[in-house]
DNA sequence: CGCGGCTTTGATGTTCATCAAGTAAAGTGG
DNA sequence: CCACTTTACTTGATGAACATCAAAGCCGCG
C-alpha cells in the first residue's frame, strides 16, 4: 500500500513546482512534520518581528504580505494567491524572525513547513535546490518590477493598474468579481490615500469604465482601462 | 606547489563570503573559466534584454542597475559595490535575458563567471545552495524595503536618506566625499526630478546641513540630516 | 438602536513636476 | 590651446496632482 496517497500533502504537491523536485522520502518527511491552520478573513497569521520557524505556504484563500511603518503607515507588498511563490522571500534570513506581516483577506488555509526541513532538501537535493533559487529570482523581480511600474504612474495608472492585475492573477481574467481589499488596503498598496482610490473608482464609473457596488467590480471597457494603466 | 595561489580569484573569494563554500575544484573550475573586463565610468555593461549567460561580479568601482521604461524614463533600483549580492538577483530568470541595464558610474572591473558553472555548483554543493539563497533573501528584501522606504518619505527625507546611505554604505561612514551620480541620476534613483534634487540640496546647504560644491559634498549636521531622513 | 469603521464627496493647501532661461563645466575638433 | 558644442547644474515661476481636513451617509455588529 502507498503510503503517501494517506498524505494530503499530496494534492498540494502535485499543484505546487515547488515540490516537484523531492523524492518519496523528503516528501513523507514534510508529509508527517508540516502543519495546517485555518484563518478568518481579517485575520492576523504573523506580524512583523515574530520568531518564525516555518515556511507559511498558502493552500487556499488569499493572504496579504504588509509592513507597519515608524510612521504608523501601513505598506502592503503583495496579495499572494496559493500556490505562488512569495513565501519563498519571506524565510532564511539572519535572524529567525518575520520579515513581514501577514494576513488573510479571505479565509484561509496555511501549510507550516518546518524551515530545517527545507534547509536539508536544498543541502542534499540539488533539484530542489536550483528550483528554489529560479523561483526565488523571479518572484524578487517580480516585486521589484512592480514597485517601478507602480512608482512611474499617476493615481489613474495606478488605479486601472491594480484592477486590471486583480482581475488577471487573481480572477482568471473574469470580468466581474468582488473586490478582496478594502479602499484603504487598495491605497496601501498603491501608495495612495484611501479618498483618492475612492475617487479614481468615482471617475472610471462615470467614464463608464467599470461598474461598481461596493465590493463588486465591472471591468466595462478593459482597453480603455489598458490605455489609463500604461500611461493615465 | 599550490596550483589554486596562482589564481587570482582567490583574493576575490578570500573577500567574498559568496564562494566561501566552494571546494578546491570547483574553485579551480571558476578561476580557469572565468572573464574578467574593465569598463569606463560612464560605460554601460550590459543593456536588459540581452542575452547574458554570466554572473557579473564587480570586483572593483561602482555601478548602477537600472530599467527604462517604455515612457523613456529611467530608473535605478541599485547602487553596488565591489563584492556585494546584487548580482546574484539578476541571474537565473527563465530566459537567459539581462533583467536590468548596468553601467560604470565609476572605473570598475567585472568579473563573468558563467551561469552554467554556477548552476552546477548549486546542483551539487548544498552548501553553497543554501548560502545562495540566504544571500538572494536578504539582497531582496533589502531592496524590497528600500522601495517602501523611499516611498514613504517626501523629497527632503528622500534625499536626506540618500546621502546617508551613501556615506554609510560607500565611505564607510566618511562626512566628505564625492558624489559618484550627478543630480538627475539621484533622482532616477530616489524617484524625484533633477530640479527638486537641487532644490533639497540647495536648502539643505543653506540650512547649513551640508555643504556641497559640485561633486564634493560634506555632511556637516548629520542629526539634522537623520531626523529629515525620517520625517520630513 | 447606537457605535465604530468604511465609504463618499467637497474644499483647501502642500508638494512636486513642468517649463523656461541662464550659468557653469566638460568634452570635441580645428 | 582655443572656439565651439554639448551636457550638467541652478533658480524662479507656474500649474497639476495629490494629501489633508471636514462632514455626512452607509453598513454591519454587538
Given amino acids: 500500500m502507498d503510503k503517501s496517497k494517506e498524505c494530503e500533502c499530496k494534492e498540494c504537491i502535485i499543484k505546487s513546482l515547488f515540490f516537484s523536485n523531492l523524492n518519496i522520502d523528503e516528501f513523507k518527511s514534510i508529509c508527517s512534520s508540516k502543519i ?19 515556511l ?65 532538501f536544498i543541502m542534499r537535493n540539488g533539484n530542489f535546490a536550483f528550483d528554489f533559487i529560479s523561483k526565488l529570482n523571479y518572484i524578487s523581480c517580480k516585486i521589484i518590477n512592480n514597485f517601478i511600474l507602480i512608482r512611474s504612474k499617476n493615481l489613474r495608472g495606478r488605479v486601472a493598474f491594480f484592477l486590471l492585475n486583480l482581475a488577471k492573477t487573481i480572477y ?10 478594502s479602499r484603504k488596503e487598495i491605497g496601501e498598496l498603491i501608495g495612495m490615500t484611501t479618498e483618492n482610490v475612492i475617487r479614481a473608482f468615482s471617475e472610471f464609473r462615470k467614464e463608464k469604465i467599470i461598474r461598481i457596488n461596493g465590493k463588486e467590480i465591472e471591468i466595462l471597457e478593459k482597453e480603455k482601462l489598458e490605455k489609463i494603466s500604461i500611461y493615465g
Fill in 172 to 181: 482568471n481574467g473574469k470580468n466581474v468579481f468582488e473586490l478582496p481589499l
Fill in 56 to 120: 507559511i505556504y498558502l493552500k487556499s484563500g488569499l493572504v496579504k504580505y504588509y509592513i507597519k511603518l515608524h510612521d504608523g503607515r501601513t505598506y502592503i507588498i503583495n496579495i499572494s494567491v496559493p500556490f505562488d511563490d512569495f513565501p519563498l522571500l519571506t524565510v532564511f534570513n539572519e535572524t529567525h524572525l518575520a520579515r513581514y506581516s501577514m494576513a488573510a483577506i479571505e479565509d484561509s488555509v496555511l501549510c507550516y513547513i518546518p524551515l530545517n526541513l527545507i534547509r536539508e
Fill in 36 to 54: 495546517q491552520k485555518e484563518f478568518k478573513k481579517g485575520e492576523i497569521i504573523i506580524e512583523q518581528g515574530q520568531s518564525l520557524d516555518f
